[in-house]
Nanobody, 123 residues
Framework: VQLQASGGGLVQPGDYLRLSCAAS????????IGWFRQAPGKEREGVSC????????YYADSVKGRFTISRDNAKNTVYLQMDSLKPEDTAVYYC?????????????????WGQGTQVTVSS
């Protein structure tokens, strides 16, 4: 089981980025996939997740209306479209898979993690 996160970068406030999480070794539409982020000196927090059962999506209040999670089963990839980025979105973003749990924003419910991709929002 491997996850490869990519798509981070340095952008200005108001800009957008699309993060990708490519899976190998398993079929991601059979599991809940989550996006998390961790800023320096802060705990890892759940940003969004997509359910394997019905494709339901969940978002942290801080990103609701700006971020969109989606899944491309043919590419075995989950995306996080991030619009209207703010400086407080600056963090390392990780994708992860929950092999035994449903949608959750708790890192402990996710067993496999990608390596992280840096997102920096600064003018």
């Amino acid at each position: 089981v491997q996850l490869q996160a990519s798509g981070g970068g340095l952008v200005q406030p108001g800009d957008y980025l699309r993060l990708s999480c490519a899976a190998s070794g398993f079929t991601l539409d059979k599991y809940t996939i989550g996006w998390f982020r961790q800023a320096p000196g802060k705990e890892r927090e759940g940003v969004s997740c997509i359910s394997h059962s019905d494709g339901s999506t969940y978002y942290a209040d801080s990103v609701k209306g700006r971020f969109t999670i989606s899944r491309d089963n043919a590419k075995n990839t989950v995306y996080l479209q991030m619009d209207s980025l703010k400086p407080e979105d600056t963090a390392v973003y990780y994708c992860a898979v929950a092999m035994f749990a449903g949608p959750s924003d708790l890192p402990r419910n996710y067993q496999y993690w990608g390596q992280g991709t840096q997102v920096t929002v600064s003018s």
